[in-house]
């Protein structure tokens, strides 16, 4: 199998902080990979290095689209990164507070569909089954993450959890191949938080699309993870299956303490 | 190289008056992310509150110093009570809505002011008593530098270092740190932000006041309309120098005056607004956040 | 606060205080005036004596309002459910009110002209004008969030494409519209291009200084553009082989100005439901969550920065041709100012709102007339009173609902 993400000694630098430290992370086809560690250990500022939002200090980031030839996305912007199909959420919810529900999916689909000032102005047929398109493809996935019922609410009015779905919903809308989840379940209570556990093995299995997770819900990080790879002060300290993790007593030490033996 | 000398000196008092002003636009900007429009109006207002109160002490018989001292003096006084007010009024009623409603109220309040003056005084020139003392042994060098601008630019610079003192050392001054790094937090630690925001903008104003003061005994001349120019470039220096920062401030005022000093001197004075303000674009492009602005990436 | 609590006796000693205050205030400025030159004092008490009246009486319903104003904190919901049932909203929704109002609106419209006199369909033309500059800005600051306070740039641009046009190659308004227009959008872009990255104060101030600088040099530059003096007899717009009077070319140029409202309107609130304009509403949200959501940053803002200078260039030719003369006195802050007022007044991406806001703020000075003087005063204290007791607007802007036929489960309207 063919590796979608691969970082090699990725480093970023934030003045004298090491916050990434010659960070090596693969992420396969179909895989869901659980990313994790202490507060600060730098995994949002990795995210931020993948998805272009940070230029990395040194280091690679190679993708590789199925069926593609790798490439070398550093120093691509956001929005490219995006469009060659890896999408994100945010740790702090980064939704579009004053657009509806379906609006904020349906700028997800924005990189995926081509109408131009013109066309809208004019209104020709191409925009229009476009339009219709962006709003059914929208709505299947408001349906897919149980949040049809809000389709013409506004989205600072979703409690929280929706919130968060949302945030997977207009992700998904840019057809990734790629998702990347930060801290998907915080805030969620444990209903959610199993609700949020089939949602993601749902994408995977249904979709397609492999997935890496920034948690530190550990139940829910065992539970579907295929492999998890351990950070700690910007270093990878561990790499493994959920099994193989539980033991580490590397990990142990830095990261589960007490809790993994209660 | 007399030439130069002049151009560099009438830059530096240009610069040292921006810097009066603009400390005013960067120290609120910096603690409630406002552009006060109505500052320059705070700085005219001095000015005017200046000319009125020399004129009545000059007719009341009294001699220059004790009128330089007692019309700065109400200038500033005034200037602060406006500026207070300003706040209470145009600003504080706003401080948790979108971004442009104080912008606006700021643009709306600005106007008033100018007509406030036009209509309460005149809409002409008023020529300002020169108030500022000569200085006698600069008299061989008055072709280069006048004493007026002497006592700009140290004028400025005492303003300036009571005012790093003040920052650095009180109480007050910590506060307004605190404040300007993340009010929420300031709250939360006990610090009175709304007295903290009305003291700056009583420090802000008090600067523009002893600016106006200066500025217009320097010319010989004012109108309501002296605080709008002023203010705008005044923010211009702000910005160029990286919006929130005092030393930027300081900095960009400098060298917008030489800019527009030497831009004036060596190719036209015609054009000394396009040459500031292309100036200014030309800086931003380059550092988008201006010359001493940080352009850290924000944090996600 | 209760009405009744209004008139307390310690409410009554705090708005003496004000009083006191702004009598205090207002004393060197408002009371006292010398003459320089002869060196003698006027004393006005009486000024002083209103200040204090007047601030007096005022500070109750300031306070009032302000108790008012600001119900404490509603629920996101709640809120949301008092934006639906705002009646203004209810009126629009019914079939019939709607209908009604077309036909009344299409009516008074129409017979604006004839019935009143060419001095008022003038003004409405002015009106009109500004309708379509606020609609234009709209984009710019309403849609796309960007801060615009140079907008009257574009508006000179538009009006001395005319004008130099017109005067140097005799080109007719109806060929010098489109380019007008054309150029306008292409200066949008020439300084979009390097100012787009920059955050959102720092772009108000470039823009601000971009307008200062095309004033200036129009005024300076006397061989390009006949400097302060300004360029006179630029024709208005007429028909091939038609010969109009004064009064019915004024007439003419109304109409011409509410197609091109309409035309506007048409085209705005087609491009704000599209996906340029849903990506417009993205960038002003969330500028990081929209890039990392796949839209581009640069080129989105460049089409709302180039989009709302189109529509100024177009005012500005139709100003141009409405008053026969220009010169730059019109093209100063003031007026970026008075549109930007517009678009915020009428509640940021409004588009009723920004259609209702001109109106209030271009015809209530006209008709202020009156008192001439004191009109600019006004104008800034209502900017000032309309911010404070309403800070969002005249009309919030809701967003577009859809309707989902032919898909398997309908939406339930959440209430
Ligand atoms: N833009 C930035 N500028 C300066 N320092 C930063 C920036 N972004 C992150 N950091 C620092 O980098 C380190 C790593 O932060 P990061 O947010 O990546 O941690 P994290 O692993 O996501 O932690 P958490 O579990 O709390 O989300 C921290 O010390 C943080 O303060
Ligand atoms: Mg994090």
Known sequence: MTALLSTTHLTMDFGGLRAVDEVNLEVRQQEIVALIGPNGAGKTTLFNCITGLYRPTSGDIFVQAPGAAPKRINGLKPNQVTALGLARTFQNIRLFPHMTVLENVMIGRHCRTTSNILGAVLKDRHTRREEQETVAFSYRLLEKVHLDRYVNELA????????????????????????????????MNPLETRELDDLITRIRNEMGIAILLIEHDMKLVMNISDRIFVMEYGKEIAVGTPLEIRSNPRVIEAYLGADSHA | MDYFLELFLGGLTRGSIYALIALGYTMVYGIIELINFAHGEIYMIGAFTALIAASVLAIMGFGPVPILFLAMLLAILYSCAYGYTLEKIAYKPLRHSNRLAPLISAIGM?????????????????????LLPEVPFLEPYAYIIRSSEIFIILTTLVVMVLLSLLIRFTRIGKAMRATAQDRTMAMLLGVDVNRVISVTFVIGS??????????????????????????????????????????????????????????????????????????????????????????????? | MTMRKLFTLDEIKKSLLVALWFMVLTFPILAVRVN????????????????????????????????HGKPPEKSAAAENQALKNSKILLWRRHPWV?????????????????????????????????????????????????????????????????????????????????????????????????????????????????????????????????GPSGISNIPRPGLPGIEMSLNASSIFLYFLMIALTLFTILVVSRLRDSRIGRAWLALREDEIACQAMGIDKTRTKLTAFALGATWAGMGGVMFAAKTTFINPASFTFLESAIILSIVVLGGMGSMLGVILSAFILILVPEYLRAFSEYRMLIFGAVLVIMMVFRPQGLISNVRHRYRFEGLKTPPEELG
């Open chain 3, 36 to 67: 320089p030159i002869y060196k003698v004092v006027e004393w006005r008490w009486h000024n002083l004596l209103m200040v204090g009246i007047g601030a007096f009486l005022l500070s109750f319903p300031w306070r009032y309002f302000q108790g």
């Open chain 1, 156 to 187: 600072r009015n979703l409690p929280y959890g929706a919130q968060r779905r949302l945030e997977i919903a207009r992700a998904l809308a840019t057809e990734p191949f790629l998702l990347l989840l930060d801290e998907p379940a915080a805030g």
């Open chain 2, 110 to 130: 600005s106007i008033f002011f100018q007509n406030y003056v036009l209509l309460a005084q005149t809409s002409d020139f008023l020529p300002f008593p020169s």
């Open chain 3, 98 to 226: 709607r209908l009604c109002a077309v036909v009344l609106a299409t009516g008074l419209v129409l017979s604006f002209p004839f019935l009143f006199s060419s001095y008022q369909v003038n003004i409405m033309t002015t009106a009109l004008i500004y309708v379509v500059l606020g609609l234009g800005l709209n984009i710019v600051v309403g849609l796309a969030g960007l801060l615009d306070l140079g907008y009257v740039a574009f508006y000179a641009v538009g009006a001395y494409s005319y004008a130099l046009l017109h005067l140097h190659f005799g080109l007719s308004f109806w060929l010098c519209l489109p380019i007008g227009a054309g150029l306008a959008a292409l200066f949008g872009i020439l300084l979009g291009f390097p100012v787009l990255r920059l955050r959102g104060d720092y772009l108000a101030i470039v823009t601000l200084g971009f307008g200062e600088i095309i004033r200036l040099v129009l005024e300076n530059w006397n061989e390009f553009s006949q």
């Open chain 2, 206 to 300: 008090a600067m523009a006041a002893i600016g106006g003061v200066l500025i217009a005994s320097h010319i010989g001349q004012i109108n309501f309309y002296i605080g709008f120019i002023a203010g705008i470039k005044a923010f211009t220096a702000a910005v160029l120098g990286g919006i929130g920062s005092i030393p930027g401030a300081v900095l960009g005022s400098l060298v917008l005056g030489w800019t527009e000093s030497f831009a004036t001197g060596y190719i036209s004075s015609d054009y000394e607004d396009v040459f500031a303000f292309g100036f200014l674009v030309l800086i931003l492009i380059f550092r988008p956040a201006g010359l001493l602005g940080k352009t850290a990436a924000q944090k996600v």
